[in-house]
Nanobody, 115 residues
Framework: QVHLVESGGGLVQPGASLRLSCVASASIPGLNSMAWYRQAPGKQREFVAGFTSGGDINYANSVKGRFATSRDNAKNTLYLQMNSLKPEDTAVYYC?????????WGQGTQVTVSS
């Protein structure tokens, strides 16, 4: 089973940018979905952006036009470019990989947007 490690979080001011990375410990089988989720204090975990098993990319309405996800299969890495960050983007960000055989979450990386 693959392990996922997120990085790139931090404390930034409103309007700033961050780039998150999620590295998988091994190659991921071809039929898979990879996605970013986030969980703010006191709230449920929610979908942010990700690739479906068919290769389509979906975004939550709250991040459309500001966030962009990409993947580098050669590096087993999923990225999340976050621009024009807002205080309401503050959360722990998780990546998730789902295949026919497993559903794995990373440990999360904290993103705090505050002036």
């Amino acid at each position: 089973q693959v392990h996922l490690v997120e990085s790139g979080g931090g404390l930034v001011q409103p309007g700033a940018s961050l780039r998150l990375s999620c590295v998988a410990s091994a190659s991921i089988p071809g039929l898979n979905s990879m996605a970013w989720y986030r969980q703010a204090p006191g709230k449920q975990r929610e979908f942010v952006a990700g690739f479906t098993s068919g290769g389509d990319i979906n975004y939550a309405n709250s991040v459309k036009g500001r966030f962009a996800t990409s993947r580098d299969n050669a590096k087993n890495t999923l990225y999340l470019q976050m621009n024009s960050l807002k205080p309401e983007d503050t959360a722990v960000y998780y990546c998730r990989v789902t295949t026919l055989d497993y559903n794995v979450w990373g440990q999360g990386t904290q993103v705090t947007v505050s002036s």
